[in-house]
């Protein structure tokens, strides 16, 4: 189910929460809703799901103006909301239940198990929700919003609270409606890495403003200015020598295994071929990927198809291999 947002503006008193993005969300796609914070993501979320009204412009789902006809969008539209609450004297099981009902749904009992099973919460099913831990409440909303099976659904940062099983647990599900349903999921999220491994296409606002919209591909290889070069140090002891001659190419994350280099692409060739062979046991060069195309929308600086002179992260990456082997 297709959704367009055209032109939409939003103020609350003097704040401009949206200032006139369009963009389209493909049918079946899983799409990002990216931006620093009070970017507009909720207010947006708000709009599409019909808890508020925009002061000016158009949203629809499937064809149907979400201001015209918010009952009927409701009915397609599965939402996560930023914040969840829930009454707390209910336990998990009977929220669901309620949902359920609220949503005409029939095998009702199964298709609450079913959920909570989904989302790793069978155990605490019985238990009161003001017991509830943060992540446990966020797990209960996202069985909630997946109960009817919606063909949309709308989650505002999902994982946010989550610790890594149900993140990956979140992943997994996510993954799945993407690979055996039609359903479309719009989500935002500040963890940039795991917007690249679940989305097709993404949008940035800032203040209220779309500032890049497309692919994630595209907008990846788009920011061409930098490259990621990721290096696996031959051992511990020459870590920090490593370390210390590549601290001045570029920013460095001195990871668990590797150590990365954002560097721009134009540096990378000189950059590995300068660095002592026996100091790293492998090379990898990435496109530096979303987090880069993020920082360039927002600076103002992104163009799409700007291309820097030294081709694609693969092209690198074999000129580098060869260059090293000649010198080696
Ligand atoms: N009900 C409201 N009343 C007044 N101002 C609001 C209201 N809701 C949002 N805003 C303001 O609108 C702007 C956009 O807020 P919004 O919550 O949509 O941003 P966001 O991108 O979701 O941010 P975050 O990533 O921090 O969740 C912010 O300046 C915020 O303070």
């Not at 992943?171 to 963890?191: F, G």
């Not at 721009?264 to 990435?286: G, H, K």
């Amino acid at each position: 189910m297709k959704i367009t947002i055209t032109d939409v503006h939003k103020r609350y008193g003097d704040v401009v929460a949206l200032d006139g993005p369009s963009f389209e969300v493909p049918t079946g796609s899983t799409f990002g809703v990216l931006g620093t914070n009070g970017a507009g993501k909720s207010t947006l979320f708000g709009l599409l799901v019909g808890h508020d009204t925009p002061d000016s412009g158009r949203i629809e789902v499937g064809g149907l103006d979400v201001e015209e006809a918010g009952h009927r969008v409701r009915e397609r539209v599965g939402f996560l909301p930023e914040h969840t609450g829930f009454p707390d004297a209910m336990t998990g099981r009977e929220v669901l239940e309620v949902n359920a009902r609220i949503r005409g749904l029939e095998d009702r009992a199964d298709r609450v198990d079913e959920c909570l099973a989904l989302v790793g919460l069978s155990a605490a099913a019985d238990r009161a929700v003001s017991g509830y831990s943060n992540g446990m409440g966020r797990r209960l909303g996202l069985a909630a919003a997946l109960l009817s099976q919606p063909p949309v659904l709308v989650l505002d940062e999902p994982t946010a609270g989550l610790d890594p099983r149900g993140v990956a647990t979140f992943h997994r599900i996510v993954e799945r409606i993407d690979r055996e349903t039609d359903a479309t999921v719009v989500l935002s999220s500040h963890v940039l890495g795991e917007v690249e491994r679940l989305c097709d296409e993404v949008v940035v606002l800032d203040d209220g403003r779309l500032r890049a919209a497309g692919p994630v591909d595209e907008l990846c290889a788009a920011t061409s200015e930098e490259v990621t070069v990721s290096l696996r140090p031959t051992g511990d002891r020459d870590r920090e020598t490593l370390l210390e001659a590549v601290s001045s190419w570029g920013s460095v994350e001195n990871g668990e295994r590797t150590i990365d280099v954002r560097c721009p692409r134009d540096d990378a060739l000189e950059f590995v071929t300068s660095l002592e062979d026996d100091l790293i046991e492998r090379f990898e060069v990435r496109e530096a990927g979303l987090e880069a195309a993020f920082h360039e929308a927002i600076e103002g600086s992104f163009e799409a198809g700007d291309e820097g002179e030294t081709g694609s992260a693969d092209e690198l990456e074999a000129d580098v291999a060869e260059t090293r082997e000649v010198t080696s």
